[in-house]
């Protein structure tokens, strides 16, 4: 029940009962009303902000697991961006110095810039879908970069091993012979010197007087030093990369087996030793343990004018020193 409310009157000293018109009822409910509301909007708030909704929920776990994602995809980009970096400047600076080749434009590199509706289109897409798109074209990226970076290095590791093979292959002639004058008999079919029979012969024979130098025709590791039946005393080095060269009827071996012996080093001295007619080197290049004709690693040692000049006298069909 309502309270009776009064007030003196100033005038007659006597208690008037105080009467409230509409007035001030409608502003007394529309001030209930307005502090309801206020409160509501209040509580309503609170709760929601304290108590997120089951879609609120599924929505906060998206977004941190998007937050993840490309949280892991910006260091795979900043990684490959790095290799992409050095691969870049290996190709300016190594590969195509090698080649005389000149570097490849920064623009180029950098490639054209995409239509702009294809960034346009990036807009409509859900954080999934751009999420799904950009890891697909990063796994992409990032497996094409380690498949060119391996190229490189294979490119280097076989730029690396062609320096050691050019080093180690035959590539002079076993004697002192600028003239040529000590050319006596090349590879192929010859009259044997001693049974007068036409026979294979599988090396070069240069004459030189007994105790000339005999030099190593590429870096290689002594694998024979000794007396060899036929060839008597006999050095055998073997280079890598299936090469070996055999030096015979020296007077004398100056190497031992297992000795580290490079390209130019005396190894032994000429001699007349084993089934041999004069003083004479016998002199072999084998590959994978077949002999070849050694005419063709004596690339360091002769110009073109020279070559051909060694080819026709290696080509007589005449009598061989062994």
């Not at 050691?164 to 044997?192: C, F, W």
């Amino acid at each position: 029940m309502n309270k009776k409310k009064y007030r003196i009157n100033p005038e007659t000293l006597a208690l008037e009962r105080i009467e409230h018109g509409f007035v001030y009822w409608l502003r007394r409910s529309g001030w209930y009303i307005l502090v309801g509301i206020c409160l509501g909007v209040f509580f309503f708030f609170a709760f929601y902000m304290l108590f997120p909704s089951p879609r609120e929920k599924q929505l906060i776990k998206q977004n941190k697991n998007l937050e993840a994602q490309y949280q892991v995809l910006d260091q795979k980009v900043d990684q490959m961006q790095l290799v992409m970096a050095d691969l870049s400047q290996r190709d300016d600076n190594l590969y195509r110095v090698l080649f005389g080749a000149e570097p490849i434009p920064i623009g180029v590199r950098q490639g054209a810039t995409k239509k702009i509706s294809y960034y346009e289109s990036l807009e409509h897409m859900t954080n999934s879908q751009l999420a799904s798109d950009l890891t697909l074209k990063v796994d992409i990226l990032e497996k094409e970069i380690y498949v060119q970076s391996k190229s490189y290095d294979e490119v280097l590791d076989m730029a690396k091993t062609r320096e050691i093979r050019l080093e180690n292959i035959p590539a002079i002639q076993p004697v002192l012979n600028k003239d040529l004058t000590r050319v006596a008999s090349g590879y192929g079919m010859r009259i044997d010197p001693v049974y007068h029979v036409r026979r294979f012969h599988h090396g070069m024979d240069f004459t030189a007087p007994t105790g000339t130098e005999v030099f190593a025709t590429g870096n290689a590791k002594v694998v024979f030093s000794g007396w060899k039946q036929g060839y008597g005393n006999t050095v055998i080095l073997d280079h890598g990369f299936g090469y070996q060269t055999l030096y015979a009827h020296l007077f004398k071996s100056l190497c031992r087996v297992g000795q580290k012996v490079k390209r130019s080093d005396v190894i032994g001295l000429v001699g007349n030793t084993g089934k041999s007619t004069g003083a004479h080197l016998h002199y072999e290049v084998r590959y994978n343990g077949k002999p070849i004709d050694p005419r063709n690693y004596y690339f360091y040692d002769l110009s073109p004018e020279e070559y051909d000049k060694m080819i026709q006298l290696s080509n007589n069909f005449g009598q061989m020193l062994d």
